[in-house]
């Protein structure tokens, strides 16, 4: 025994828990997309406008610290302390100095660039500076700001001025440090989460923090490890990752009173702070996707159970049904799938109930025989005999011929096996004298098998081929083995009402299919179909069937095959118009099944007469009885489709045999 699968519910939710997920995940990895473009457009905004803040912050920073130290340097009384050169007194100013403009320190030197005096260091000797670009400039009375470098990591923001009057007496150097406390004043001017790194570079362009907002430890050093002195570098965009943490940096070059690149600086953007939107949307779309999983959860737990009742019912019919109980009762009013699955089951179900009830009639009915045409008489006997088709010989060198079946309208039928496919067959003849006196005859023999062949149906016997032997035209068709519709009424009288109902619904099915090619039967009678002993009827003798279509339109021909006033066809079961012998479509053939339905339930045709010409003139003038005036149990609706397929005019009838199939369905 196999293992039972997923249940329907667990299906039904992982189908929409995967469209849930599938949205989800789209959903985030568009938003992301596009959270990306617009937070690295968002950074580098910020990053452009902060440097040239600070840019601009280090400009002023550097204008109020030359113009405090120009202010300083004019002050007669020093001019008058450089001019004596005396060191104590000078390092006294220096230290006036530093108080006065606010710088970290001040250094003084003479006319010929020897330092003075050194504010934080008051040991400093006396060495030259002259070949400073910055003193230099100053001791030729030019003012200068620039950066530099204080010890050995300890970047400075410089001004240089000149000590003047009549003339230079010396130059003044006003120094602030761009250390950490700078870089965090820097940060909280820019009133924006930005950290900022200020350094400077050795001799081998390596970086060295002098002040950060996040540190100066060796692995902030590290990330600018790459930048050289090259301007280019020191500008350049970068994409950087500190402890963790993701950053874009933006930097600026700071410049020596050579313009030489001293160092510089850099601002640090965490891009997870551009991100916190996003994030934050991100949590949201996360938390809806798992209540709309918890939801698809329990909505596929409802349609589960919504849908599985229905089939569940069905199920539990198929079992009965397969013990051979169908009397299973199926309830549904949904128009959906499963309503229409229900519907087709209820109607398959019926139609079994229907068969197995034509089964165990025909098991009652012992005086049916089995046949597949009339009996064959004791002429038709005789002429098997001279024509040379016997039980027991071989017929065309293929045939084995194995007993007389009966007579038929147009030639005999023998049941025989095929040497070549090993199947039981069945032979059709076609009588030697009825085709000298009709020279049409061949024609529409040919015609049968042209247009039997089109058809393939369970409801309709199955023609194989057509072929000729020792002047005698024969075709090969199925061989069936049941009992002709016409025997059982003969042997029953009237047939139960869904036996009955069996017989019109799978006689409508024949001719639905046989319409559809274009074909018209035009020779429906109880004599032409045979029931299986399962309860499958099938339909014969397409002998004298047409195409409905004109024959130049199908590339049939049929010259001379009805001529002007002939009748083709058994009268009893011929519609109005074909009795007439005028042109006929599949309306002729509901007629057709409107008198075989009559029969079945009444016993007897429509119209019965003693001569084919009073027969003929009932057919064109007479009302059949209402089959309900004979038989009581026939429901009104089945009364009334029988009396419209008997109307008199094609359009008063059911247009279509499907259309014939759906009524029968709805009444039983």
């Known amino acids: 025994m196999s293992s039972r699968g997923p249940s329907l519910t667990l299906k039904i939710f992982l189908g929409t828990a995967l469209v849930v997920v599938a949205i989800l995940g789209i959903t985030l990895a568009v938003t992301a997309r596009f959270a990306g473009r617009a937070a690295d457009a968002s950074v580098d905004r910020v990053l452009g406008s902060a440097r040239e803040a600070v840019s601009a912050q280090l400009n002023g920073r550097a204008e109020a610290l030359e113009k405090a130290a120009t202010v300083f340097a004019g002050n007669s009384a020093f001019r008058d302390i450089v001019a004596q050169r005396e060191f104590t007194n000078n390092l006294d100013q220096a230290l006036v100095a530093v108080d006065q403009t606010g710088a970290t320190w001040v250094q003084i030197t003479d006319a010929e660039g020897m330092r003075l005096a050194k504010s934080d260091e008051p040991l400093a000797e006396p060495v030259s500076l002259a070949n400073s670009p910055a003193i230099g400039s100053a001791l ?11 010890g050995d990591s300890i970047l400075v923001q410089i001004a240089a001025v000149p000590v003047e009057g009549e003339r230079v007496y010396g130059a003044l150097m006003a120094a602030l440090a761009v250390d950490s406390a700078f870089a965090a004043a820097v940060k909280q001017q820019a009133a924006t989460d930005l950290e900022v790194v ?3 570079l050795d001799e081998n362009d390596a970086p060295l923090i002098s002040g950060s907002t996040l540190g100066r430890g060796n692995v902030i050093a590290s990330t600018i490890a790459s930048f050289s002195a090259a301007d280019s570098a020191l500008d350049a965009r970068t994409e950087v990752e500190i402890e963790g943490r993701n950053y874009v940096g933006l930097g600026g070059v700071l410049r020596s009173a050579g313009d030489t690149p001293l160092g510089g600086f850099l601002l640090l953007r965490d891009r997870n702070v551009e991100f916190a939107t996003f994030n934050a949307l991100q949590r949201v779309i996360l938390l809806s996707g798992a209540l709309g ?3 698809a959860g329990l909505f596929s737990l409802l349609v589960a159970r919504w849908v599985t009742r229905p089939v569940a019912k069905l199920v539990e019919a198929t079992r009965r049904a397969t013990d051979g109980d169908y009397d299973a009762e199926i ?17 398959m179900l019926s139609d079994l109930k229907e068969k197995q009830q034509l089964v165990e009639f025909l098991s009652a009915s012992e005086q049916a025989r089995t046949v597949q045409i009339p009996v064959m008489s004791a002429t038709a006997e005789r002429r098997v005999t001279e024509g040379g088709l016997q039980p027991g010989t071989t017929f065309a060198g293929r045939y084995d011929v194995k007993e007389v079946l009966g007579v038929g309208g147009m030639g005999m039928v023998f049941k025989a096996v095929d040497r070549q496919l090993g199947e039981v067959i069945a032979i059709k003849t076609l009588k030697g004298e009825f085709l000298s006196q009709d020279p049409t005859a061949l024609e529409r023999f040919k015609s049968e098998i042209r247009l039997a ?12 081929d057509l072929g000729e032997h020792a002047g005698t035209w024969f075709i090969t068709m199925e061989y069936v083995e049941g009992k002709s519709l016409k025997e059982l009424i003969r042997a029953r009288g009237r047939l139960p009402l869904a036996v009955a109902l069996s017989v019109g619904k799978q006689l409508a099915r024949a001719l639905e299919i046989a319409h559809e ?3 018209i039967h035009r020779d429906i009678k109880p004599q032409n179909m045979v029931v299986e002993p399962d309860g499958v009827l099938k339909v014969m003798d397409f002998g004298i069937a047409r195409l409905a279509a004109r024959p130049e339109a199908t590339g049939i021909t049929q010259p001379g095959m009805t001529q002007a006033g002939m009748i083709v066809g058994t009268p009893e079961c011929m519609a109005p118009e074909q009795v007439q012998g005028t042109a006929v479509d599949q309306r002729a053939d509901i007629y057709a099944a409107g008198c075989v339905l009559y029969e079945c339930l009444t016993g007897r045709p429509p119209l019965t007469a003693d001569s084919i010409y009073a027969l003929v003139a009932k057919l064109l003038e ?47």
């Open 622 to 668: 007479e009302t059949p009885q209402r089959p309900k005036e004979l038989n009581g149990e026939i429901p009104a609706a089945l009364d009334d489709l029988i009396m419209r397929m008997l109307a008199k005019a094609p359009a008063g009838r059911p247009q279509t045999a499907l259309a014939v199939h759906d009524a029968l369905a709805r009444i039983g």
């Open 517 to 519: 090619q274009g074909i």
């Open 198 to 200: 200020f350094y400077l």
């Open 293 to 295: 999983i918890l939801f």
């Open 331 to 347: 309830t549904s009013t949904s128009n959906d799938e499963i309503g229409m699955l229900a519907k087709a089951f209820s109607g």
């Open 140 to 150: 030729e009375g030019t003012p200068v700001t620039a950066f530099g470098v204080s």
């Open 453 to 464: 062949r089109r058809i393939s149906h369970r409801n309709v016997v199955r023609t194989h």
